[in-house]
């Protein structure tokens, strides 16, 4: 949604182009980082099979820790995307009320290293 309202408003508003592309960023890199932990899982989730594949036997009865930790483990990228989104809906939000909202530093520097010429 960001890079929409950059692109239709980098020449006729300032302010919402900016926010605009603010946005975009803070969107990219929370689905960077999103998707990177869900990899981190699939790889931690898979390493929980092994006792399984070594030992199929195990499959009869009740599964090992190591599983259960697995599976638990699925809970921090739910929660990265859940704050994730709560923070850009505060920025929304807050940026619908003509404050001029700023992302944190890891964002702004993202911005910066993108050159996505003059807003």
Known sequence: MGVFIWLTQKEKAAYASNQ????????????????????????FYALTWIPFVQHPELLD???????????ISMVVPLLLMLAWSL?????????????DFR?????????????????
Not at 87 to 99: C, D, E, K, T, V
Not at 103 to 119: H, P
């Open 87 to 99: 923070y850009g809906l505060w920025g929304a939000l807050q940026s619908f009320r003509g404050h």
């Open 61 to 71: 009865g009740p599964p090992p820790p190591i599983f259960w930790i697995g599976m």
């Open 20 to 43: 605009g592309l603010q946005a975009a960023v803070f969107q990219l890199v929370g689905m960077i980082v999103t998707m990177a932990m869900w990899v981190v899982w699939g790889i």
């Open 103 to 119: 992302y944190s530093d890891r964002e702004l520097t993202a911005l910066r290293v993108i050159d996505f010429g003059a807003y």
